[in-house]
């Protein structure tokens, strides 16, 4: 596959179609394929990776390399079109300067889990037939690749490409996801239970704004947390309400526009499972107001920011029961 891309991405150079490609490309370690923007053949040739680490979504990227002089090649998994056309639908980015090459998507890998197996010392990483041969400094380790799937992708939505301009490989079908197993856990613990969860969760939070900075929802020019009048400006939170605040509004500022992408809690250093927030508020919407998938398109308008007169009422809360 990698190959496969290279070589299309060099033939969209050369012939003019676009001048710049973003990808990924190997990073120190055999696990930290990152975001990479290529600009010619020989860059394409020494750095371009597409392995089962390439799990980070380009999309966001886009806000900025679509406003740049020239057209540029995108390589999208099936997910990753969802946050794209979520950006298309704002007006974040701009459609005709990015050619999409729909891609396979995961399952990705998380090289947090192999880690978590107590695996250090990791120098490169195989998968032989779905085992992974990890060689390490101090020798040959293996485990199910499996065991080290990404979060996002253990509980994946859709194979399917929402937007692309050529695919390479076949086009998948929509899933049928077990997504909201454990949003239904939460719902059925007491508010109290529900309390404490999301408190030992939060409390772990450093406010390194990983979280907002990857998220294609989050493209705020100026966004609310760096307000410096706001007393929250860009610092650790120093007490359990500032832990909770920044999670809260940011789970509402982005509900009924986020796409599910999972890389949130993908690049959180403290392992939150943000994602839980932001599908339990999916979920409300989808039995609310009807089923809606952000990204699945560029037209619908979000139940959240549409009126109809069979919305429901705000007492439907109470109704629902808050226990
Ligand atoms: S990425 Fe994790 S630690 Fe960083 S601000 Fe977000 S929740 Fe907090
Ligand atoms: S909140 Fe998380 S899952 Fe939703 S769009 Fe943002 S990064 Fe993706
Ligand atoms: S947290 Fe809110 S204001 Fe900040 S970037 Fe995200 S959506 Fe925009």
């Given at each position: 596959m990698q190959e496969t891309m290279i070589k299309r991405a060099k033939e969209l150079l050369a012939d003019g179609t676009v001048s710049r490609v973003i990808g990924w490309k190997k990073g120190e370690f055999a696990y930290d394929?990152?975001?990479?923007v290529f600009e010619t053949a020989e860059e394409l040739d020494r750095d371009f990776a597409f392995d089962d680490f390439t799990a980070a979504n380009?999309?966001?990227?886009?806000?900025k390399e679509s406003r740049k002089e020239g057209k540029i090649l995108a390589f999208l998994k099936p997910c990753d079109t969802y946050s794209f056309n979520q950006l298309i639908k704002e007006h974040r980015v701009i459609r005709e300067n990015v050619y999409i090459i729909g891609i396979p998507g995961g399952p990705k890998l998380d090289a947090e889990k192999i880690k978590a197996k107590g695996i250090t010392g990791i120098l490169g990483i195989k998968n032989e037939n779905y085992t992974l041969k990890i060689e390490t400094l101090y020798g040959t380790e293996t485990m199910p690749f499996y065991e080290a799937i990404c979060g996002k992708c253990e509980s994946c939505k859709s194979k399917k490409h929402v937007i692309y301009d050529e695919l390479i490989g076949e086009d998948g079908d929509i899933l049928d996801s077990n997504r909201f197993d454990t949003v239904e856990k939460l719902e059925n613990m007491t508010a109290q239970e529900r309390f404490d969860f999301w408190r030992e969760q939060l409390s772990k939070c450093i406010r390194c704004n990983a979280c907002r900075n990857v998220c294609p929802a989050c493209t705020c020019e100026k966004c609310v947390f760096d307000n410096p009048k706001s007393g929250i400006e860009n610092k650790a939170a120093s007490d359990s309400f500032e832990e909770n605040l920044f999670h809260i509004i940011r789970a509402f500022h982005v509900a009924g526009?986020?796409?599910?992408?999972?890389?949130?809690?993908?690049?959180?250093?403290?392992n939150i499972p943000l994602h839980l927030l932001n599908r339990k508020f999916i979920k409300d919407i989808n039995e609310l107001y009807g089923e809606y998938q952000a990204g699945a398109d560029t037209v619908s308008r979000s139940p959240i920011t549409d009126y109809t007169p069979d919305d429901c009422e705000p007492s439907v809360v109470h109704e629902r029961g808050v226990e």
């Open positions: 394929t990152t975001p990479a380009v999309s966001k990227y886009l806000v526009r986020c796409t599910d992408c999972g890389e949130c809690s993908r690049v959180c250093p403290q």
